[in-house]
Every structure is written in C-alpha cells, then in structure tokens.
C-alpha cells in the first residue's frame, strides 16, 4: 500500500487493522510516499516493491464482482500473448443521442465491443461488451498488467495530482510497440461509484485535464495535419457540448465550466511550445505550492 495523504489517518488505519489482515493470511506492505503527491509516482513505487508476475490496479470507489480476478487471469491463460486486461463497469450511463454528438467531434463515446483511442486524446469504450476484445488503450482502474511490461514502461511522473490521461498514455504506449496484446473481458464485472470526494476543485481539474491532455497529444499522437485538425476541432467540440448542456441544464455551474474550459485553452496556447517540448514544470509548480 503506498500512502498519498498528507496526514497520518491511512497509516494509524493500516497499524490497527494488521492483525486481522495477518490472520487471514494478507500481507501489506505500507510506504508512505514521501514524493509529490502524485497517483503516477505512488503507483511506480508499487511496482518497484512489489512480488508476483502480475499487478492488479484499482481505484479506491471500486466494487468487484466475486469472480473477478479470477476472470481477469482467465484471459492471460487464454491468451498468452496479453500484457494488459481490464475488466468492465457495469453501472455506466450511456446515452446514444449524447454518444452520435460526442462522436462527431471526436469526444469520448461508447460503441459496442470496440475500443480505441482517438487522435483527440479522448477514447472510444467498447460498452455494451459481450466478448472479449482487444483494445488499444486501458483504464487504470480496473485493470491488470505483467510486471515486466509495467517495469519497462512505467506511468509517466510529470503528471501530478489529477493526473488525467495517465492510463491512456501508458496503455497506448505499450500497444504502440505491441499491438494486439491488450484485452478487455466482460466476465470481470465491477461497479464504480464516482464521487467528487477528496477530488480538486472543478477549476483545477478543468486547467490540469486540458494541459496534460494537450502535453500527452504532443508526446503519444503523430503530428500530421490530420490528427492536429481532430485535436482543436475536439476542444471546439467540447465547448459546444458544454454549451448545449447548459441551455438544456442552465445552471452557474453549468456556465462556470465553460468559462473555465475557454480559461483553459488560452492557457495552454499561451504555453504550447512547452508543452510541444514536454516541459510542464510551468504548470505543476503551482499544484505542488
């Protein structure tokens, strides 16, 4: 278990509830991360320390389903060749007219038994899902990897805090260099309750999406004219789908997203040699202050 929190909570929690976990013969091993607070350094820690061939990441508003590592090693054994499987959340709201506009511009949609990831940095997940697929991109939340490709790879350390796209970038980069080796499995069910709890504020999420999913483009996508075009038509299309929203559902919130969203993008045109460079010091310097 590797501790982010800046207080001593997780700790005193893990001390008193060793003997049970000792009992039923569950070992954990707990660090304190002592770096940045960041999901991408703590989670490269855990590998460092870690035994086993396979390592299983989760986040923390995650319900399993009995059978679900089970499930997960099923397709390893099935398919020897796979470095990566992720299971399926079965609780997603999944709305087909919000889906086709998203589509247009690019934006995240679901599409049955398919899954990739597009030039926009937004991602196609593959729901409903019937079968076993092979994808080209993996939730971190949900999913487990061979060792020795997370060892290699690694998840990307300048990204701090929100780290959003984190996984994206990591799953991409492997199937990159060895396509048709990751897999998504609908036997391995879960329920994820998102919760806003413990998360940044709506203003910082928005600015840290939008740099790191700018810096991540630059880093994972080939820069030709037609993946560049995708990229600014998807931040046009993110502002429209907001806006529609808001007419629908008009709220200050609503309105304040835009905003933030706009705020966002001159903020990262402003920096975009840097982040074209893959320097983000500018950046995170301010969400480690």
């Known amino acids: 278990m590797i501790d982010n929190a800046n207080n001593l909570d997780t700790e005193n929690l893990v001390h008193k509830e060793a003997n049970r976990f000792h009992g039923k013969h569950i070992h954990i091993e707990y660090i304190k991360n002592g770096k940045s607070n960041s999901a991408t350094i703590a989670r490269n820690i855990g590998v460092k320390h870690s035994n086993g061939n396979f390592l299983l990441f989760l986040d923390d508003d995650v319900i399993l389903e009995n059978n679900f590592i089970g499930c997960i090693l099923d397709v390893f054994v099935k398919y020897p060749n796979a470095l990566g499987?992720?299971?399926?959340?079965?609780?997603?709201?999944?709305?087909?007219?919000?889906?086709y506009i998203?589509?247009?511009?690019?934006?995240?949609?679901?599409?049955?038994?398919?899954?990739?990831?597009?030039?926009?940095?937004?991602?196609?997940?593959?729901?409903?899902?019937t079968k076993i697929i092979s994808c080209q991109w993996l939730m971190s939340g949900c999913t487990c990897y061979r060792k020795e490709i997370i060892q290699r790879f690694k998840f990307d350390e300048n990204l701090y805090k929100y780290c959003s796209g984190d996984d994206?970038?990591?799953?991409?980069?492997i199937y990159k260099e060895y396509p048709n080796t990751l897999y998504q499995t609908p036997f391995a069910r879960l329920i994820h309750n998102t919760s806003d709890a413990g998360r940044a504020p709506k203003k910082e999420r928005i600015f840290t999406s939008q740099v790191y999913h700018t810096y991540l483009f630059y880093k994972d996508i080939p820069q030709n004219y037609s993946n560049k075009l995708i990229f600014v038509w998807s931040r046009f299309g993110y502002i429209i789908t907001k806006i529609l929203f808001s007419i629908l559902k008009p709220s200050k919130n609503n309105f304040l997203t835009i905003y933030y969203l706009v705020s966002a993008y001159l903020f990262c045109f402003q920096n975009l040699k840097a982040l074209k460079r893959g320097e983000l010091d500018f950046y995170t310097k301010n969400l480690l202050s």
């Open 168 to 173: 994206a970038d990591l799953s991409y980069r």
């Open 102 to 129: 998203r589509r247009i511009f690019f934006l995240s949609y679901s599409h049955k038994n398919f899954n990739k990831l597009l030039p926009s940095m937004q991602d196609v997940h593959a729901d409903p899902l």
């Open 85 to 99: 499987v992720q299971g399926y959340i079965i609780n997603k709201d999944t709305y087909r007219i919000y889906d």
